[in-house]
């Protein structure tokens, strides 16, 4: 059975901490996805990454990194975190050939204190 | 880029009635429009998808339609049951471009 899994489900830190949220699949999945959810605006894209150490920026990249040092682990990093970074984070994988279809982890909800 | 918005935000129907949520897009280039249920406490899931050379793609009681010239497409579930009740996400990307773009949400909630 298809499995994306985040480290944590709820966050709290402090503004200016450095956060690191974690991903990992377990599908042998090419594509993965970082993306934060929050009311009345769906989910946006933060970064998303091809291959090993490959990551694309996505529409909201401001204010956070990404690492994919394995294929199957991409780390999401909020260098000095804000208040306005509390959100839903959501993590998703994808085959990169046939179906287009993202799997998605819990999410980690983060609060910036 | 594209931009996908989406009607309603929420929507109440009772159960055995028939729901839709609506998409638009901007992007006349986007070729592919998934939509994606959300449980509470869960990641979004897959529930249908539909490709621009399709008008229309039914599974059970979830069907999808498209029109590329008005660019909107829309999740039609007939025979509501409680289960049903949940956010539903319409979504576009581009052709060979695996990222997606989604619209706002709809919470969909199906009274007994």
């Known amino acids: 059975d298809v499995k994306v899994t985040q480290s944590s489900r709820y966050l709290v830190k402090r503004t200016g901490e450095k956060v690191f949220l974690e991903c990992v699949q377990d599908?042998?999945?090419?594509?993965m996805f970082w993306y934060r959810q929050d009311p009345g605006l769906g989910l946006r894209l933060i970064y998303f990454?091809?291959?090993?150490?490959?990551?694309e920026k996505g529409d909201i990249p401001e204010g956070y990194s990404v690492s994919r040092e394995k294929k199957e682990r991409f780390s999401l990093i909020l260098e000095s975190a804000s208040t306005n970074q509390t959100s839903m984070y959501l993590c998703a994988s994808q085959r990169s050939r046939g179906n287009y279809e993202q799997y998605f982890g819990p999410g980690t909800r983060l609060t910036v204190t | 880029g594209e931009n996908v918005e989406q009607h309603p935000s929420t929507l109440s129907v009772q159960e055995g009635d028939s729901a839709v949520i609506k998409c638009t897009y901007s992007d006349s280039a986007s070729n592919y429009f998934p939509w994606y249920k959300q449980e509470l406490g869960k990641g979004p899931q897959l529930i249908i998808d539909i490709r621009s050379n399709v008008g229309e793609k039914k599974d059970q009681r979830i069907a999808v339609t498209l029109n590329k010239t008005a660019k909107h497409f829309s999740l039609h579930i007939t025979e509501t049951q409680p289960e049903d009740s949940a956010v539903y996400f319409c979504a576009a990307s581009i052709t060979g471009r695996r990222a997606l773009t989604f619209g706002s949400g709809t919470r969909l909630q199906v009274q007994p």
């Open positions: 599908m042998d999945h090419e594509n």
């Open positions: 990454s091809y291959d090993v150490k490959m990551k």
